[in-house]
């Protein structure tokens, strides 16, 4: 006997599985409820009301109800019988689909993605097959409200290569899903801006799961290595970092020393001028205002510029298409080694990392000076050696800077000055004390003789054009004066006190 009563009890449960304010409360009702309809006799009409009002939920308002809901659907899905879950698959996936586009709580997307995937990785071949079309449909939709339908499509993608490697690669499907992403990634390149960048940036995602589960594919890829090269500019950071972590994991599986051997079907070796590009983009990746700082995309750029520095020291050849010729002066900067910079491409990335590290910015300064400790301890020291002026010009401003600016104290505590000393010990140790000094000796008498050069015009200035000698000496003093005063605040707030208010 079963009374009428308890299946109204189970609507509260359920009810409670989602509204309850607490916790453990939302999770009791969520195993009751789960146990009930797996244990418990009912008609189809009310187990289809049932699992209607569980999809129900996941649209709930608030973030902990929503959460609670999709783990219930979760298990529903893992423990339901298979013919069962084969008839409610369409019931399940497009409000799953719909939700995963629509919700702004991260932690709901990763929630709904996971039960995607446990759906996609417990349906049969012909159902997979049938939701697959479905999904390349929404990729090849147009229109001005296409937009949600292409994202969907761009993360199910992934979902569908990391869950079902085994359908993906059956027939012409990963041919087919490949041939669309990089058809809507070529879209964005060139770019002008970032407008859309979220579709871009899922197609890469999608991108990098191929990668990882069938490299042998994307490797001959060449027209989407092309655009990924061209997207380590890209304006937004997060496709900056996913176009950057796609292209470390393809470099790190390269030998930079037998590149015209082992790895003579990389993009590296069939795209001409691919080095180049790609140094390029990095170091601009590196040259950022400090309110930009993102830490992950400078430490990959680090990664891969160590790589790319080895593999142009020894395929040199490889670096520059035949149109190319080398970098303009404009990246290379004020340096009077110009042709001899050109024709060396590892001289040229050694003296855009020195000049990019040359004007203040700590977090800037910082990560160049990691590149440069990355590649002492990644390269052997005759490869350094010519470059040492390069490399410990930037790094003697920074303390110089930093040694004017700071007390003693404070220079002695500070973690940047710090870095840049253990930088430079690095170095030492690296091509040893007499090389190292010599070069230390000829970058302190460059900049003597740019100081006295300096003083020299400055005083022909007072003389020549007096008018602007004034304007530059009142211009001096106002920057003195901010200096005094920001450094009074900082010490007054060293010690705990309130920054004083200017009216």
Same mark, same amino acid.
């Given at each position: 006997?079963?009374?009428?009563?308890?299946?109204?009890?189970?609507?509260?449960?359920?009810?409670?599985?989602?509204?309850?304010?607490?916790?453990?409360?939302?999770?009791?009702?969520?195993?009751?409820?789960?146990?009930?309809?797996?244990?418990?006799?009912?008609?189809? /009409?009310?187990?289809?009301?049932?699992?209607?009002?569980?999809?129900?939920?996941?649209?709930?308002?608030?973030?902990?109800? =929503? *959460?609670?809901?999709?783990?219930?659907?979760?298990?529903?899905? /893992?423990?339901?019988?298979?013919?069962?879950?084969?008839?409610?698959?369409? *019931?399940?996936?497009?409000?799953?689909?719909?939700?995963?586009?629509?919700?702004?709580?991260?932690?709901?997307?990763?929630?709904?993605?996971?039960?995607?995937?446990?759906?996609?990785?417990?349906?049969?071949?012909?159902?997979?097959?049938?939701?697959?079309?479905?999904?390349?449909?929404?990729? /090849?939709?147009?229109?001005?409200?296409?937009?949600?339908?292409?994202?969907?499509?761009?993360?199910?993608?992934?979902?569908?290569?990391?869950?079902?490697?085994?359908?993906?690669?059956?027939?012409?499907?990963?041919?087919?899903?490949?041939?669309?992403?990089?058809?809507?990634?070529?879209?964005?390149?060139?770019?002008?801006?970032?407008?859309?960048?979220?579709?871009?940036?899922?197609?890469?995602?999608?991108?990098?799961?191929?990668?990882?589960?069938?490299?042998?594919?994307?490797?001959?890829?060449?027209?989407?290595?092309?655009?990924?090269?061209?997207?380590?500019?890209?304006?937004?950071?997060?496709?900056?970092?996913?176009?950057s972590r796609i292209i470390n994991s393809h470099l790190a599986s390269l030998d930079p020393e037998?590149?015209?051997?082992?790895?003579?079907?990389?993009?590296?070796?069939?795209?001409?001028?691919?080095?180049?590009?790609?140094?390029?983009?990095?170091?601009?990746?590196?040259?950022?205002?400090?309110?930009?700082?993102?830490?992950?995309?400078?430490?990959?750029?680090?990664?891969?510029?160590?790589?790319?520095?080895?593999?142009?020291?020894?395929?040199?050849?490889?670096?520059?298409?035949?149109?190319?010729?080398?970098?303009?002066?404009?990246?290379?900067?004020?340096?009077?080694?110009?042709?001899?910079?050109?024709?060396?491409?590892?001289?040229?990335?050694?003296?855009?990392?020195?000049?990019?590290?040359?004007?203040?910015?700590?977090?800037?300064?910082?990560?160049?000076?990691?590149?440069?400790?990355?590649?002492?301890?990644?390269?052997?020291?005759?490869?350094?050696?010519?470059?040492?002026?390069?490399?410990?010009?930037?790094?003697?401003?920074?303390?110089?800077?930093?040694?004017?600016?700071?007390?003693?104290?404070?220079?002695?505590?500070?973690?940047?000055?710090?870095?840049?000393?253990?930088?430079?010990?690095?170095?030492?140790?690296?091509?040893?004390?007499?090389?190292?000094?010599?070069?230390?000796?000829?970058?302190?008498?460059?900049?003597?003789?740019?100081?006295?050069?300096?003083?020299?015009?400055?005083?022909?200035?007072?003389?020549?054009?007096?008018?602007?000698?004034?304007?530059?000496?009142?211009?001096?003093?106002?920057?003195?004066?901010?200096?005094?005063?920001?450094?009074?605040?900082? =010490? =007054?707030?060293?010690?705990?006190?309130?920054?004083?208010?200017?009216?």
């Open positions: 006997f079963m009374s009428a009563e308890f299946y109204d009890l189970m609507d509260i449960i359920l009810k409670l599985s989602v509204q309850s304010q607490k916790s453990a409360i939302r999770l009791l009702s969520s195993q009751i409820f789960l146990q009930y309809l797996m244990d418990y006799p009912m008609g189809k /009409q009310r187990i289809d009301r049932h699992l209607q009002q569980i999809v129900l939920n996941i649209k709930y308002e608030y973030e902990e109800g =929503r *959460l609670s809901a999709i783990d219930l659907l979760t298990s529903v899905i /893992q423990k339901f019988p298979f013919p069962v879950l084969e008839s409610n698959s369409q *019931l399940f996936f497009l409000p799953l689909v719909l939700q995963m586009v629509n919700d702004d709580c991260k932690s709901c997307k990763e929630a709904v993605a996971n039960c995607i995937s446990v759906l996609i990785k417990r349906l049969s071949t012909d159902t997979v097959q049938n939701l697959f079309d479905y999904v390349k449909r929404w990729s /090849q939709s147009s229109g001005i409200d296409s937009i949600p339908m292409q994202k969907a499509a761009a993360q199910l993608f992934g979902i569908f290569v990391v869950t079902r490697p085994d359908y993906i690669k059956r027939g012409s499907n990963l041919a087919d899903l490949m041939a669309l992403t990089v058809k809507a990634i070529n879209k964005y390149v060139p770019f002008d801006d970032n407008s859309e960048w979220e579709l871009l940036y899922f197609n890469l995602v999608c991108v990098e799961k191929v990668n990882k589960e069938f490299p042998s594919l994307v490797g001959g890829n060449y027209d989407l290595w092309g655009a990924q090269i061209k997207l380590l500019a890209f304006p937004h950071p997060w496709v900056m970092q996913i176009s037998k590149l015209l051997h082992q790895n003579r079907d990389s993009f590296v070796v069939k795209i001409p001028g691919s080095l180049y590009d790609m140094s390029r983009n990095l170091c601009r990746q590196l040259d950022f205002d400090d309110i930009h700082y993102v830490e992950t995309i400078a430490t990959l750029a680090i990664k891969n510029i160590v790589c790319l520095f080895q593999a142009m020291k020894h395929h040199p050849d490889l670096c520059y298409t035949t149109d190319q010729n080398g970098p303009d002066r404009e990246e290379i900067g004020d340096n009077d080694n110009f042709e001899k910079i050109s024709k060396d491409p590892c001289r040229w990335i050694m003296a855009r990392l020195s000049n990019m590290a040359k004007p203040k910015g700590n977090r800037r300064r910082e990560s160049i000076f990691k590149c440069f400790a990355a590649l002492c301890a990644s390269c052997a020291a005759h490869y350094l050696t010519p470059y040492l002026e390069l490399i410990i010009d930037p790094i003697d401003r920074a303390i110089r800077e930093a040694s004017n600016s700071l007390r003693p104290e404070e220079v002695e505590s500070s973690p940047f000055v710090a870095l840049s000393k253990e930088v430079l010990q690095l170095y030492e140790d690296a091509v040893g004390t007499d090389c190292f000094v010599e070069s230390y000796a000829k970058v302190n008498r460059k900049v003597r003789e740019k100081r006295d050069k300096r003083r020299q015009e400055i005083a022909a200035e007072a003389v020549h054009d007096p008018q602007a000698a004034a304007k530059r000496k009142i211009k001096k003093q106002l920057l003195e004066k901010e200096r005094k005063k920001r450094r009074v605040e900082d =010490r =007054r707030s060293m010690r705990g006190g309130a920054k004083k208010k200017h009216y």
